[in-house]
């Protein structure tokens, strides 16, 4: 499996399960902690964030399978209220996805964000950074779906609500490799 198929989703949760199980096994058969094997211990506490997806528009149904809501259920408050909830939980860094409806018009295929489905993220990121106040580390992924082009003009559009970071934000394969796409990304 290669692209989208190959590095998210059921593949990579097999293959990290069994990596994580052959490190667990590895230790007690020689008596020290994992930590020992990779080298030593680095610190003793791990920040955590809180991965909200995209609040209650997106859920898991039983067999455990994405069930996406319908486009009115990507609203900024819907955001909001979701981001109040973690925080209030006690996570001080949260990420939400940006996979909208909004993203598929006119072409689900070419990446390219419409100005309406910019304005429509940037009221997102505005309405969660207006709920959770500058303390709280924020993040978006945008899980592969942008052209380099969209990505930047949704980085440059969203610079003013200090980021955490913006994740995933082209495809691995954009433009024939990811970092030559980054590198046109971080470009002033």
Same mark, same amino acid.
């Given at each position: 499996?290669?692209?989208?198929?190959?590095?998210?989703?059921?593949?990579?949760?097999?293959?990290?399960?069994?990596?994580?199980?052959?490190?667990?096994?590895?230790?007690?058969?020689?008596?020290?902690?994992?930590?020992?094997?990779?080298?030593?211990? #680095?610190? @003793?506490?791990?920040?955590?964030?809180? +991965?909200?997806? =995209?609040? &209650? $528009?997106?859920? %898991?149904? *039983?067999? /455990? !399978?994405?069930? #996406?809501? @319908?486009?009115?259920?990507?609203?900024? +408050?819907?955001? =909001?209220? &979701? $981001?109040?909830? %973690?925080? *209030?939980? /006690? !996570?001080?860094?949260?990420?939400?996805?940006?996979?909208?409806?909004? +993203?598929?018009?006119?072409?689900?295929?070419?990446?390219?964000?419409?100005?309406?489905?910019?304005?429509?993220?940037?009221?997102?990121?505005?309405?969660?950074?207006?709920?959770?106040?500058?303390?709280?580390?924020?993040?978006?992924?945008?899980?592969?779906?942008?052209?380099?082009?969209?990505?930047?003009?949704?980085?440059?559009?969203?610079?003013?609500?200090?980021?955490?970071?913006?994740?995933?934000?082209?495809?691995?394969?954009?433009?024939?490799?990811?970092?030559?796409?980054?590198?046109?990304?971080?470009?002033?």
């Amino acid at each position: 499996m290669s692209g989208h198929g190959g590095t998210t989703g059921k593949v990579v949760t097999a293959a990290s399960g069994i990596e994580i199980a052959l490190w667990d096994a590895a230790g007690k058969i020689l008596g020290v902690p994992v930590y020992q094997l990779l080298g030593s211990r #680095y610190r @003793d506490r791990v920040r955590i964030s809180c +991965d909200c997806h =995209a609040g &209650e $528009a997106y859920s %898991v149904d *039983d067999s /455990g !399978f994405t069930e #996406y809501a @319908d486009a009115e259920a990507y609203t900024p +408050d819907a955001y =909001a209220a &979701e $981001a109040e909830r %973690v925080v *209030d939980m /006690g !996570f001080d860094a949260i990420k939400f996805d940006f996979d909208m409806e909004s +993203d598929n018009e006119p072409d689900p295929y070419n990446g390219r964000l419409t100005n309406a489905a910019l304005d429509e993220k940037v009221a997102v990121v505005d309405a969660v950074r207006d709920a959770i106040g500058d303390e709280i580390d924020l993040a978006f992924d945008c899980h592969w779906d942008y052209t380099v082009e969209s990505a930047t003009r949704l980085a440059r559009k969203l610079e003013p609500y200090d980021l955490l970071r913006l994740e995933d934000v082209v495809p691995p394969r954009e433009t024939g490799h990811s970092v030559k796409s980054l590198g046109e990304l971080r470009r002033p």
